[in-house]
């Protein structure tokens, strides 16, 4: 059994920043990557950020430049530094640990933050 925790949400002004954290609890094995996704209403979900375990990031282009993934593998946490927010940022964020086998890839998720930028 997998949870994860995420805290940081909230808002945010035009041009502002915030941190989100994610921490993964239970029994994980064979961690492959964590990273952020984004739901905005009436849109699909969207990749934001991931991070492998050995540290390759990857960003979506709307965020380059502007948002930092980063993680601490030993406790299992993920962080996503958002500066020069933008009201296109809101969104409901959600936390992704996905753990791949061979042969076998498992996606766990997190309920889920409210961003929301004023313009």
């Known amino acids: 059994q997998v949870q994860l925790v995420e805290s940081g949400g909230g808002l945010v002004q035009f041009g502002g920043s915030l941190n989100l954290s994610c921490a993964a609890s239970?029994?994980?094995?064979?961690?492959?990557?964590m990273g952020w996704y984004r739901q905005a209403p009436e849109k699909q979900r969207e990749l934001v950020a991931t991070?492998?375990?050995?540290?390759?990031?990857n960003y979506a282009d709307s965020v380059k430049g502007r948002f930092t993934i980063s993680r601490d593998n030993a406790k299992n946490t993920v962080f996503l530094q958002m500066n020069s927010l933008k009201p296109e940022d809101t969104a409901v964020y959600y936390c992704n640990l996905a753990t791949m086998r061979p042969g076998f890839k498992r996606d766990y998720w997190g309920q889920g933050t409210q961003v929301t930028v004023s313009s």
């Open positions: 991070i492998t375990s050995g540290g390759i990031s």
């Open positions: 239970g029994s994980i094995f064979a961690i492959a990557a």
